[in-house]
């Protein structure tokens, strides 16, 4: 059996740029990219936290040290600079693999600074 799971996330991003007329894509701060181990031109999930939006599209690399979250094309439609989203990657496992993996969490701070890592979320209590 093959199992669905988070990969890997870039958690409470800030949208810097949202260009409708730039080719359709997610342009990420290349160390953020490889913090993540999120591949150019791999499928992203993004979640606008800020007003709801849920998209997918694809990941493309950024000027590293920009701190560059721009969402572009159709998409930016969805999400506007100074939203907060959360970038998803996932990745399809068999029973095997699952024991084994863990996904990495990358957490950021509004100016998509990396402020910790995880490879857990915490259990929610009530």
């Known amino acids: 059996m093959q199992l669905t799971l988070l990969k ?3 958690h409470r991003a800030c949208v810097t740029h949202s260009e409708l007329e ?8 290349s160390n953020l990219l490889d913090a993540a181990g999120i591949h150019e ?13 849920r998209f997918t599209t694809y990941a493309i690399r950024a ?3 920009s701190n560059i979250i721009s969402v572009n ?3 930016a439609h969805k999400a506007s600079p100074g939203d907060r ?3 998803c990657a996932y990745t399809t496992l068999d ?3 699952l024991t084994k993996f ?10 998509n600074d990396i402020i910790n890592t995880r490879h857990a979320i915490p259990v929610q209590a009530a």
Do not use: F, M, R, W
């Open 8 to 10: 890997t996330k870039l």
């Open 22 to 29: 730039y080719e359709g894509s997610c342009a990420i701060d």
């Open 41 to 53: 031109y791999e499928q992203i999930h993004i979640y606008n936290v800020t007003n709801g939006e």
């Open 63 to 65: 000027e590293a040290g």
């Open 73 to 75: 094309g159709a998409a």
């Open 85 to 87: 989203v959360i970038i």
């Open 95 to 97: 029973e095997e693999e």
């Open 102 to 111: 863990k996904p990495t969490l990358v957490y950021l701070n509004e100016n």
